[in-house]
């Protein structure tokens, strides 16, 4: 499966998981929308920094 | 193989490919950077709109 998790990364390098396996992002202004392959979903104000996707990650920063 | 292919958008719907089998994508300001699983980089003045992992999809539009 191709699914990411996706983390909000501080500016020390900390990071925090926000959704495990998601599926779907939609970047709708300075929300990001995710939706897991579990049909989980969520909301935060944040942009998305870097993808790696053969790590399976997505990596976000708060706006 | 968790890549996935990286599409411009145009407001009438169109899709461009961009990019074949993404691993990494950096969002550096104005500007994403891509890297292929066979090394190919590009980088293009665009935002992303969308992610769809499980279909392999990244799809950009020009800023």
Known sequence: ??????????EDGEREMVMES???LT???????LVSIHGRQEALRARIRRLA???HEILLERM
């Open 53 to 55: 996707l053969l790590d």
């Open 1 to 10: 499966m191709c699914e990411a998790n996706a983390y909000l990364c501080g």
């Open 22 to 24: 998601v599926d779907r």
């Open 27 to 33: 970047v709708d202004g300075e929300v990001i929308r």
